[in-house]
């Protein structure tokens, strides 16, 4: 890798979610201006941050992108701010279809990436929690990554923290910085959110940026907890339940650092993978 050194502000917003969409969005609006005034060039919102989490409210909720309202405050917001603004994600209607969507603007207010979750969440732990988004949504079928004055960057959505090959796909692309709004649950928050962000900022030597809703007090219960991880696999700023900004310096030289002196990009056995793992 060409000897370069950047730095950016990133900003997460672990915002409440109620009932009311346009209540979501004015607080939303709001907490970026703070993020804003912390020095953020890259400000990211959680997942389903403008409607509560389930299946029962997807369709409600659901708007056309990018001509619906909460795309008009992002892009407005984007625009007003002069950030990159990951809009974490709300739910998306085209062709009598539903699907998890995150979008991302430029500092213009334009539209530069969309990504549609690719990994539903359908799990089952009895005594612990079961959600069958897949009973509602479609899932998306790309990549999507955007630049950032000479980063790339990688979206993924929640259950796709769980998926090394799709982190490895964005790696394989050249990405530095991967972005996962997501809203992990009481169950499995506590035990994996962190790992997992810490595993995929290590496996690809990437930052890893995962954005909560903040903890509300009834149907589906939000860990919290939202986390820059650096491409060391080191946490470098976490939130607690509440709603809460954080934020710290995405420095890629630490990646330049970290893929210089453990190598293993260059090292790894394709020749042997590739004869063995075929599925
Ligand atoms: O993987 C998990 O445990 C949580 C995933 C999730 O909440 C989601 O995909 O929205």
Redesign the pocket.
């Known amino acids: 890798m060409q000897s370069v050194c950047k730095m950016f502000r990133a900003a997460l917003i672990q915002s409440k979610v109620g009932p009311n969409r346009n209540e979501n969005l004015q607080n939303v609006e709001k907490l970026i201006a703070q993020a804003k005034n912390l020095g953020a060039k890259l400000i990211s919102l959680p ?1 389903c941050f403008n409607s509560p ?1 389930g299946t029962k409210f997807f369709n409600q909720y659901a708007e056309s992108i990018p001509n619906g309202p909460t795309s008009e405050m992002l892009s407005r917001t984007a625009k007003e701010y002069g950030v990159y603004l990951v809009g974490g994600t709300y739910p998306e209607i085209e062709n009598s279809k539903f699907f998890n969507t995150c979008t991302v603007w430029n500092p213009d207010g334009k539209m530069i990436a969309k990504y549609r ?1 690719m990994h539903l ?1 359908d ?1 089952d732990i009895p005594n612990g929690i079961t ?1 069958k ?1 897949s009973d509602v949504l479609a899932p998306g079928n790309e990549l999507a990554t955007f630049d950032l004055d000479g980063t790339k960057i990688g979206l993924g ?3 796709d ?2 998926f090394e090959e799709l982190a490895k796909l964005y790696r394989l692309q050249g990405v530095q910085v991967m972005v996962y709004p ?4 009481m169950t ?1 928050g506590p035990i ?1 959110f962190e790992l997992l962000q810490r595993s995929r900022a290590l496996d690809n030597q990437v930052y890893v940026l995962g954005v909560s809703p903040a903890r509300g007090q009834q149907g589906y219960i939000a860990w919290g907890h939202s986390q820059i991880t650096d491409p060391w696999g080191k946490v470098v700023a976490q939130a607690k339940e509440g709603e809460e900004i954080i934020h710290a310096d995405i420095n890629l030289k630490e990646c330049e650092n970290v893929r210089q002196q453990i190598p293993i990009y260059a090292q790894r056995r394709t020749d042997i993978y590739d004869t063995v793992f075929k599925k």
């Open positions: 997942e989490y979750k969440f799990i959600f988004e959505i929640c259950y923290l769980r997501g809203a992990f649950n499995t994996h």
